[in-house]
């Protein structure tokens, strides 16, 4: 006969009940930790933070044109004739435009867009509650739409603000922004990051793209994080209308350190420079170059003087590496190049001839490089020689004096000249185009047709679905991996 203990049986279940107990917490935690919810108000964070947010007023002086009349010789009847039609004492009209931006310095340092201040006359930096102040520009940068301003307090006490490392931004994050569009002051937005790492149109962009609304006259203010942090400096929408349609733009808070952490020292921006042009690199790039992945920075071209052609960096080498960091794609090379200290040494891993070589690599300053040095021409060439190259589909000649003067090719030495490209064919698809020069074939520079005929047959034998071209345009050099048929 079975019998029951009930004690046991109480026992068991209590235990049990508490396992599960247990279980239910720890998930709920988990969440929590990870599934941040949305914030019940903004109200604490926007009465803490508006304060340090200000209003940009600017004046500029429009200069009128004057009614263009025709030029004529001196003496000229004419000329006493259309003088009467000239419109004397046109006077210069003044233009109003508003902006935003914040304080990050109690001693009255504020930050905003270089398109906000551009080309004004005057500034003047409205407080939170209503006191102005006139600015001067410390300093601004272009390239990445940021300036430093500077106002005198005198007594008033400033409410600064800090960046955060935007780097630990996620996106769906929650942010803030707080700014001054279309003249309404203090005006509170609040959204989520939508994107990171948005390239727009520079070589050194690095936005966060929100749904958070930005208008006309944001542009300079604050995107903060839930934690009352600047992560960005609103810029710039995409709309149709000239509204805000959820598509907004921030300049990533670590670019705009950086950047203003240099204004401040220096009045002006000091990037670090390595020399070098560069393109992204195909899928028939890489299989030329016998690379497993289409990753890293192509060499184009290096300046000659140039920190990296003092290095040992050639053209047709890939950069995968700088300073520890692995460039993935192009767009990453000037990025990191530029945040990194003029006159350091630093490690860079290229990728030539199937395999990996470090070089160490001290880098210039970008503001101070001189870009142009130019090759000297050289017309002691042979007699012109040309033959059609079916299988990529253009006609090439070997330089000389006279193709040299039709095609106005100054800077080039040796090369195979391409004089005629058969429409739609490998070539023609590829972009290329009369009067552009081959440089280089593979690794190897082209100094007559033979050495591009024996390259393409070599190819050809190996099997290899890609030719690489080093191509002479119109401005610098350009790689272009033919396929071949």
């Given at each position: 006969?079975?019998?029951?203990?009930?004690?046991?049986?109480?026992?068991i279940?209590?235990?049990?009940?508490?396992?599960v107990l247990?279980i239910?917490v720890m998930?709920?935690t988990f969440?929590v930790?990870f599934?941040?919810?949305a914030?019940?108000?903004?109200?604490d964070?926007?009465?803490?933070l508006?304060p340090?947010?200000v209003?940009i007023s600017?004046t500029?002086?429009i200069k009128?044109?004057s009614?263009q009349?025709?030029?004529?010789?001196?003496?000229?009847?004419?000329e006493e004739?259309?003088?009467q039609?000239e419109?004397?004492n046109?006077?210069?009209r003044k233009?109003?435009?508003?902006g935003?931006?914040?304080?990050?310095?109690?001693?009255?340092y504020?930050?905003?867009?270089?398109?906000?201040?551009?080309?004004?006359?005057?500034i003047?930096v409205i407080?939170?509650?209503?006191?102005?102040f006139?600015a001067?520009v410390?300093?601004?940068?272009?390239?990445?739409?940021?300036a430093?301003?500077k106002i005198?307090?005198k007594k008033?006490?400033?409410s600064e603000?800090?960046?955060?490392?935007?780097?630990?931004?996620?996106?769906?994050?929650?942010?803030?922004?707080?700014?001054n569009?279309f003249?309404?002051g203090?005006?509170?937005?609040?959204?989520?990051v939508s994107a990171?790492?948005r390239?727009?149109s520079?070589s050194?962009d690095?936005?966060i793209?929100t749904?958070?609304?930005?208008?006309?006259?944001?542009?300079?203010?604050?995107l903060?994080d839930?934690?009352?942090n600047?992560?960005?400096?609103?810029?710039a929408?995409f709309?149709?209308?000239?509204?805000s349609?959820?598509?907004?733009f921030a300049i990533?808070s670590?670019l705009?350190k950086?950047?203003?952490?240099?204004l401040?020292a220096?009045?002006r921006?000091?990037?670090?420079w390595?020399?070098?042009l560069?393109?992204e690199i195909s899928?028939?790039i890489?299989d030329?170059l016998e690379m497993?992945s289409?990753?890293?920075a192509?060499?184009?071209?290096?300046?000659?003087?140039?920190?990296?052609?003092?290095?040992?960096v050639k053209?047709?080498?890939v950069?995968?590496?700088?300073?520890d960091?692995?460039i993935?794609?192009m767009?990453?090379?000037?990025?990191?190049?530029?945040g990194?200290?003029?006159?350091?040494?630093?490690?860079?891993?290229?990728w030539?001839n199937?395999?990996t070589i470090?070089?160490?690599?001290?880098?210039?300053?970008l503001e101070?490089?001189?870009?142009d040095?130019?090759i000297l021409?050289?017309?002691?060439?042979?007699?012109?020689k040309?033959k059609?190259?079916d299988?990529?589909?253009?006609?090439?000649?070997?330089?000389?004096?006279?193709?040299?003067k039709k095609?106005n090719?100054?800077?080039?030495?040796t090369?195979?000249?391409?004089s005629d490209?058969?429409?739609?064919?490998?070539?023609?698809?590829?972009?290329?185009?009369?009067?552009?020069?081959?440089?280089?074939?593979?690794?190897?520079?082209?100094?007559s047709?033979?050495?591009?005929?024996?390259a393409i047959?070599?190819?050809?034998?190996?099997k290899?679905?890609a030719i690489l071209?080093?191509?002479?345009?119109?401005?610098?050099?350009?790689?272009?991996?033919l396929e071949?048929?």
């Amino acid at each position: 006969m079975l019998i029951r203990n009930t004690q046991l049986d109480r026992f068991i279940n209590f235990k049990a009940y508490k396992v599960v107990l247990y279980i239910l917490v720890m998930c709920f935690t988990f969440n929590v930790a990870f599934a941040k919810s949305a914030p019940d108000s903004f109200a604490d964070l926007a009465e803490k933070l508006s304060p340090s947010v200000v209003n940009i007023s600017t004046t500029t002086i429009i200069k009128e044109r004057s009614q263009q009349m025709p030029s004529f010789p001196p003496g000229s009847p004419f000329e006493e004739f259309f003088k009467q039609y000239e419109k004397p004492n046109q006077k210069n009209r003044k233009a109003q435009s508003l902006g935003s931006g914040f304080i990050i310095d109690k001693t009255g340092y504020v930050i905003t867009n270089n398109h906000v201040i551009e080309n004004a006359e005057k500034i003047m930096v409205i407080l939170y509650d209503d006191k102005s102040f006139e600015a001067t520009v410390v300093g601004r940068d272009p390239k990445t739409d940021v300036a430093l301003l500077k106002i005198d307090p005198k007594k008033t006490i400033l409410s600064e603000v800090k960046f955060s490392d935007s780097d630990k931004l996620r996106v769906g994050d929650w942010v803030m922004a707080i700014g001054n569009p279309f003249g309404f002051g203090g005006s509170v937005t609040a959204g989520i990051v939508s994107a990171r790492g948005r390239n727009l149109s520079g070589s050194y962009d690095d936005y966060i793209q929100t749904d958070a609304s930005i208008n006309k006259g944001n542009s300079g203010g604050p995107l903060f994080d839930m934690n009352g942090n600047v992560v960005g400096i609103n810029t710039a929408i995409f709309s149709q209308s000239g509204g805000s349609v959820g598509i907004g733009f921030a300049i990533s808070s670590n670019l705009a350190k950086q950047v203003t952490d240099q204004l401040k020292a220096y009045g002006r921006t000091k990037r670090g420079w390595l020399g070098v042009l560069i393109q992204e690199i195909s899928k028939e790039i890489a299989d030329s170059l016998e690379m497993k992945s289409a990753k890293g920075a192509l060499v184009s071209s290096a300046t000659e003087g140039g920190p990296a052609f003092k290095a040992g960096v050639k053209t047709g080498d890939v950069i995968i590496k700088f300073n520890d960091i692995v460039i993935d794609n192009m767009k990453e090379l000037p990025k990191v190049v530029a945040g990194t200290p003029v006159g350091k040494s630093v490690p860079l891993v290229i990728w030539r001839n199937g395999k990996t070589i470090t070089l160490n690599v001290v880098l210039g300053e970008l503001e101070l490089a001189e870009k142009d040095n130019l090759i000297l021409s050289n017309d002691n060439v042979d007699d012109k020689k040309s033959k059609s190259f079916d299988k990529l589909g253009f006609v090439g000649e070997e330089l000389n004096a006279e193709n040299k003067k039709k095609y106005n090719i100054k800077d080039i030495k040796t090369g195979l000249l391409i004089s005629d490209v058969k429409p739609d064919s490998t070539a023609d698809k590829a972009g290329l185009k009369s009067g552009m020069v081959i440089v280089r074939v593979g690794q190897i520079e082209v100094q007559s047709l033979k050495i591009m005929d024996e390259a393409i047959q070599n190819a050809v034998k190996q099997k290899r679905k890609a030719i690489l071209l080093l191509v002479k345009i119109e401005k610098g050099t350009r790689f272009v991996a033919l396929e071949l048929n």
